[in-house]
């Protein structure tokens, strides 16, 4: 389902230029949970934005639900591929009442019955329609990231690519968001990519994992793996050693 084939990401150009994303190949299957991990800077976010189409100089390849990034159908490829991001306040907009905020993708995209389909996406987060007319400051945090969450949903994408989806919340309703991404994930058969500085998380929602050190993938494991603690890669060893 995301196929990303030697991506290297770079911002900038001569002595300023930034090689943020060097040599990454990931494949993720349909249905499967992949988590990035790895510290500050060492190109989580970029990948996740590459594979969005969003990164502005890059090479190599990546196709998401076998659309081509470069020459595949982009109007089709937008509806396949939907981010999260990490502050739910940032990427909602002010003055936009929350059914506006799902219901925007689908105006744009010309879907019709956009307020049922609004009201059925409400629903599906554990909202309510009485809560399309409130704005984001009116809600709580958790809340905020279920609308964001139901707005990526709302062009019905087949995967989701989250970056520190939980990290702003309190730890008491990250679970909940957690579990509602479990969800809704089996419910309409998504893939995931997770970007999380948080390994139990990460273990939690992943079946495999890379983790990253400087743009670069120093190991892809499975969960069990993680678990164990048992590693193959010193760096690795240590970032689990860090995170109990
Ligand atoms: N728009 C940009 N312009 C210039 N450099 C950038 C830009 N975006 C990211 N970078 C650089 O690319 C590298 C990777 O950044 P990225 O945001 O992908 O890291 P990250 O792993 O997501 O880090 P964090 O855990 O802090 O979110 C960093 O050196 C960063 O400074
Ligand atoms: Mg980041």
């Not at 470069?70 to 003055?95: C, E, I, N, W």
């Not at 990519?193 to 499975?222: K, P």
Request: proline share 4%; with cysteine; hydrophobic share 40%.
């Amino acid at each position: 389902m995301i196929e990303i084939e030697n991506l290297n990401v770079w911002f900038g150009e001569g002595p300023d230029r930034v090689d943020a994303v060097k040599n990454v190949s990931i494949s993720v299957g349909e249905g499967e949970s992949f988590g990035l991990v790895g510290e500050s800077g060492s190109g989580k976010s970029t990948i996740l934005r590459a594979a969005m189409g969003l990164a502005p100089t890059w090479s190599g390849r990546i196709s998401i639900g076998g659309i081509d990034a470069r020459s595949g159908d982009r109007r089709q490829f937008l509806k396949t591929v939907q981010m999260v991001f990490q502050d739910p306040y940032a990427s909602l907009h002010p003055r936009y009442v929350i059914g506006e905020a799902i219901a925007e993708p689908m105006r744009i995209n010309k879907i019709p019955d956009s307020e049922a389909r609004t009201d059925r996406l409400l629903e599906a987060i554990g909202l309510t329609p009485a809560h399309r007319f409130r704005y984001p400051h009116e809600l709580s945090g958790g809340q905020r990231q279920r609308v964001a969450v139901a707005r990526a949903l709302s062009l019905d994408p087949k995967v989701l690519l989250l970056d520190e989806p939980t990290s702003a919340l309190d730890v008491s309703i990250q679970a909940e968001i957690l579990n509602l991404l479990n969800r809704l994930k089996k419910e309409l058969g998504l893939t995931f990519m997770i970007v999380s500085h948080d390994l139990a998380v990460v273990s939690y929602m992943c079946e495999r994992l890379a983790v990253m050190a400087h743009g670069e993938i120093v190991e892809v494991m499975d969960r069990e793996t993680l678990r164990s603690g048992e590693a193959k890669e010193q760096y690795t060893r240590d970032l689990i050693a860090a995170s109990v």
